[in-house]
């Protein structure tokens, strides 16, 4: 291979490590949200956003099959927006 191939190789690889690192991140953070939330006697929303996220980023099915998981980013997103807005009692 020249190495205009080993650079988009090299390219490609680091963003699937970010992507991947970002999902790890996110997951953990959604875990920590909700036994934080628990712990404090605040309401996490319904119990179908947190594990259907969790099940969603942990199955190998997905609505966009991708090697990335940019699709499983923001699933995880949306669901901490939900679970913060369901304990925050100004809205």
Avoid: E, H, K, Q
């Amino acid at each position: 291979m020249d190495t205009n191939t080993w650079i988009l190789v090299l390219v490609v690889a680091a963003v699937l490590a970010v992507a991947l690192g970002t999902a790890v991140v996110l997951l953990v953070r959604l875990v920590r949200t909700r036994r934080d939330l628990r712990r404090a006697g605040l309401p996490t929303g319904p119990r179908w956003v947190f594990w259907g996220a969790i099940a969603y980023v942990v199955l190998p099915a997905d609505l966009l099959p991708d090697p990335a998981f940019f699709d499983d980013i923001g699933v995880l997103l949306l669901a901490l927006r939900s679970m913060r807005a369901s304990a925050d009692p100004l809205r």
